[in-house]
């Protein structure tokens, strides 16, 4: 674990791996596929709110940003540090700092897409001795990236351990964050809600191998995506899986949930593997809704899941 870090972050590596930094800022791609509609900063303080069970290690808090997506604020009580995830826009982010007596001390970046990283280099500003971690594979597209993460790394909130997954598909250098401790896993874009990350620079292959990953952590630990997409995404998934109980039930409660203007975010990884079609590719049912037999392979269906939602 590297020392000297500032206000209790650090980070640990495997071993023979180095450490890298880069130099100058780099932006990003630009790119952004979503609304350019922002919540106002005084609007996001009002919604924003805390999402994590009492008692847990790690303080999360829901703040909404743009039209549809979600940044978390990540706060360690026993340290006082506090980080955010994927910064779409500043104020809502300085707004529920305030609210709460928090300053900022990492900036914890999936990929880099600029409805993830658009205020990285204005926090940075506004809060000096920030520290911004983004994926290693994507480095170059990160703005003001300085400590690089990928496969097996940890990185140390205050007293929370993050363990990093290389997670690409949505993008080629996309990465997971999961807290143990705390039973949270921050997705991105790879997973969400009952759905997935659209495939804009990886393949049905690459994806389902990164959804593979996250497959085994535990039931009950609750998944801080980046987007409101849950009522859509279920409109989907009951095409594709129309006589599964449990998923008919989720989108009754989706639907009443959306209907009283609430978020459906976080989900638990027992949920989503009982009910998201895009982990279950292996499911009989699934198949034989979509025609394939037993003896597919797992990324095939995964991929006639994918290509049937972005024809939905």
């Not at 130099?23 to 009002?46: D, E, K």
């Not at 900036?107 to 204005?122: P, Q």
């Not at 191998?209 to 609750?222: E, F, H, I, N, V």
Request: charged residues 20%; hydrophobic residues 40%.
């Amino acid at each position: 674990m590297l020392r000297g870090a500032p206000l209790g972050l650090s980070w640990c590596k495997p071993r023979g791996r180095p450490i890298a930094r880069n130099g100058p800022l780099c932006m990003g791609s630009g790119l952004s596929f979503f609304s350019p509609r922002s919540v106002s900063a005084a609007a996001a303080a009002r919604m924003a709110s805390t999402a994590s069970p009492a008692g847990s290690p790690l303080e999360v808090v829901r703040v909404p940003a743009l039209s549809d997506n979600y940044i978390w604020l990540l706060h360690d009580p026993a340290s006082g540090t506090t980080g955010v995830v994927d910064p779409a826009e500043e104020e809502p982010v300085v707004a529920a700092l305030a609210q709460r007596g928090w300053t900022l001390n990492a900036v914890l970046n999936t990929h880099h897409h600029s409805d993830h990283v658009g205020a990285n280099t204005a926090l940075m500003r506004r809060f000096p001795g920030l520290t911004v971690v983004g994926p290693r594979a994507d480095k170059d597209r990160i703005p003001g990236i300085q400590v690089q993460v990928g496969d097996g790394d940890t990185w140390a909130l205050g007293s929370v351990e993050l363990r990093v997954y290389d997670t690409p598909g949505h993008t080629r250098g996309h990465i997971a964050y999961w807290a143990p401790a705390a039973e949270a896993l921050f997705p991105g874009d790879t997973l969400f809600a009952l759905g997935c990350g659209r495939l804009f620079e990886g393949d049905p292959p690459t994806m389902w191998a990164s959804l593979s990953k996250l497959l085994p952590l535990p039931d009950a630990t609750r998944v801080y995506c980046a987007h409101e997409y849950t009522q859509s995404n279920a409109k989907f998934a009951v095409t594709v899986d129309p006589h599964n109980a449990a998923l008919a039930e989720r989108k009754r409660q989706i639907d009443d949930a959306r209907k009283r203007g609430e978020p459906t975010v976080p989900s638990t990884l027992g949920e989503e593997k009982a009910t998201n079609p895009f982990l279950r590719p292996t499911d009989p049912a699934i198949r034989k809704q979509l025609g394939f037999d037993a003896a597919a392979e797992d990324w095939r269906v995964f991929g006639a899941i994918r290509a049937a939602k972005d024809r939905f």
